[in-house]
């Protein structure tokens, strides 16, 4: 069973839909009990930094997020991305969960052209082999929406890098059992389930 | 790079996908999910529904529809048409839909995009506008005017007025259906649309006028939209996505090769 974690951080439905596709099984749940039955967690999200870790106070998920995520397969997934490192330049600043050191920073442009958000498909290039990528031609295009990118402290947890407003940024992170996508693989076509079917495939060794 | 995104749409009408030209006389021509499957595996980028007399009639959106959507496809699409309130909005991103698209009701309501960005995201909520041209340049200093209901109601708003105003409200993308090239296969208006992908930040959709591949490479290279909503020129079987792409990147605009 994955544990898709319910925190209101906004459409949890597509995550869902994308295993059931997949005949692979999955639970939304905000029930600390069922996330810690999961052979497997998905940490989505949506919207921003500020209002998810509020929401996670809220339902008081912190500590069993922390703690699903050092020990089995684990892919964060956006927002649910971004949370996962030390700090988010979002709402002015916002303190997150610290699972993977680095921090949370916004996309810079001058040209007009560059839009914020970045919305729409781009190529994802992995910058070292990964279970995730299994049968992915690398440079293929996944869908992206979002302001902020994901800036580990250390190179070695950059998984891949995708270019926007005269960044490589680390458009996928991750260290031992844990992965996680700025893109959403929910939304990114055969090519997205094939990234989901790798993860419901892992056994969080890299 | 970013790609440019090739957005088919469909206009649907009791379950029915439709199309008409300048806004009158649609045909029917298919079944929305059957269509969505087969765009999406031809290598679209995202798909938009348009309940097209759901506004006029007053009534919502047919939400089995969208859930149906979201169960066939894995890529994004948004859904427009017989939005009232912020609870429609709901409704139709909690269903599946990635996006959910207010134009009448914006007008009436501006307030509904702050509302809506607020409660779901900017990204969630996109403006579309149909615009028309008009003479009178000190009513309407941009050369075009903002209708709505299918032209059926002049509101006496400057389209790039409006646009500048929505971005302000916190949409997260504009949809610009020039009125005068809808279903003419006459090429996009290029002149509005290069006006608003200049004027705001946020992603630029063209839509209305699409004919041929060419007309889809114009409108992204000189009036740099973003995306390109097709309709007529793929649903007659004229073209496909696939051959689409293959022009654009001949042409030298970015695309998606991989689906």
């Known amino acids: 069973m994955i544990a898709i974690i319910d925190y209101r951080a906004g459409n949890l439905t597509s995550v869902r839909l994308a295993f059931d596709k997949l005949n692979i099984l999955s639970e939304i749940t905000r029930d600390p009990a069922r996330i810690r039955a999961a052979e497997r967690v998905v940490f989505p999200g949506d919207g921003a930094a500020g209002s998810a870790m509020a929401n996670l106070d809220e339902l008081e998920l912190r500590d069993v997020i922390t703690e699903v995520s050092a020990d089995r397969p684990f892919l964060g997934i956006c927002v649910g991305t971004q949370i996962i490192l030390d700090y988010s330049q979002e709402n002015g600043g916002v303190p997150c969960l610290g699972l993977l050191p680095g921090t949370v920073e916004r996309f810079q442009t001058a040209d007009p052209f560059t839009k914020i958000p970045q919305m729409g498909w781009n190529a994802v290039a992995p910058v070292c082999p990964h279970p995730l990528f299994a049968g992915i031609e690398p440079g293929s295009e996944f869908y992206f929406i979002h302001s902020y990118y994901p800036a580990p402290t250390s190179p070695d947890h950059v998984l891949a890098r995708t270019d926007y407003a005269d960044v490589a940024f680390a458009s996928v992170v991750g260290r031992d059992n844990l992965a996680a996508t700025q893109f959403h693989p929910e939304r990114s076509g055969r090519i997205g389930l094939q990234l989901l079917k790798n993860f419901a495939e892992w056994d969080g060794v890299c | ?259």
């Open chain 2, 1 to 259: 790079m970013l790609t440019k995104r090739i957005v088919p749409c469909l206009d649907v009408h009791n379950r029915v996908v439709t199309k008409g030209v300048k806004f009158q006389n649609n045909v029917e021509i298919g079944d929305p999910i059957e269509m969505a499957v087969a765009y999406s595996d031809g290598g679209c980028d995202e798909l938009v529904f348009y309940d097209i007399t759901a506004s006029a009639e007053r009534r919502p959106i047919d939400i089995e529809m969208v859930r149906d959507v979201a169960k066939a496809v894995q890529i994004p699409f948004a859904v427009g048409g017989g939005i009232s309130e912020l609870a429609d909005m709901y409704r139709v991103l909690d269903a599946g839909a990635e996006k959910v698209s207010v134009n009448s009701l914006a007008v009436r309501s501006p307030q509904i995009i702050a509302d809506g960005a607020k409660a779901f995201g900017s990204q969630c909520i996109v403006l579309g506008m149909d615009p028309v041209a008009h003479n009178d340049r000190e009513r309407f200093p941009s050369g075009y005017e903002v209708t709505t209901q299918g032209f059926r109601t002049r509101t006496g708003m400057d389209a790039l007025e409006w646009a500048r105003r929505a971005e302000g409200l916190g949409v997260g993308e504009i949809v610009v259906n020039s009125v005068d090239a809808d279903g003419t296969r006459d090429g996009f208006e290029l002149t509005l649309t290069g006006m608003i992908a200049r004027e705001v930040r946020i992603p630029v959709v063209a839509s209305g006028g699409a004919g041929t591949p060419q007309h889809l490479a114009d409108v992204f290279l000189k009036a740099r939209a973003d995306a390109a909503i097709i309709a007529s020129m793929v649903h007659t079987g004229d073209y496909t996505i696939a051959v689409i792409k293959q022009e654009l990147d001949q042409a030298g605009v970015p695309i998606r090769r991989h689906w």
